[in-house]
Nanobody
């Protein structure tokens, strides 16, 4: 199985920056994509940003121009640099990974436990 470990959340003032990291470990044959979703209280989980193994990225409209996703394939790690943070960015941010654990396993999605990001003055 694939395990995801997130880090980097916290409390930040509006306009501030944070960097999230997520490392995949365990039994990994191949990773197709990694990324971040978020869930605010009382709301559904929503896409923030994803990146494929070849570097193609996808962002939610609400974070374009403010957030940057990047990855290090050699470390099975994905990063999310968040700038110009707004109170509406407050949520639990979950790391996501689409991967195969063995050559013959099906490709499936894996999720991290989440890290809290709070934007408040």
């Amino acid at each position: 199985q694939v395990q995801l470990m997130e880090s980097g959340g916290g409390l930040v003032q509006p306009g501030g920056s944070l960097r999230l990291s997520c490392a995949a470990s365990g039994r990994i044959f191949s990773i197709n994509a990694m990324g971040w979703y978020r869930q605010a209280p009382g709301k559904q989980r929503e896409l923030v940003a994803t990146i494929t193994r070849v570097g193609s990225t996808n962002y939610a409209d609400s974070v374009k121009g403010r957030f940057t996703i990047s990855g290090d394939n050699s470390k099975n790690t994905v990063y999310l640099q968040m700038t110009s943070l707004k109170p509406e960015d407050t949520a639990v941010y979950h790391c996501y990974c689409n991967a195969k654990s063995t050559r013959y396993a099906i490709t499936r999605d894996y999720w991290g436990q989440g890290t809290q990001v709070t934007v408040s003055s």
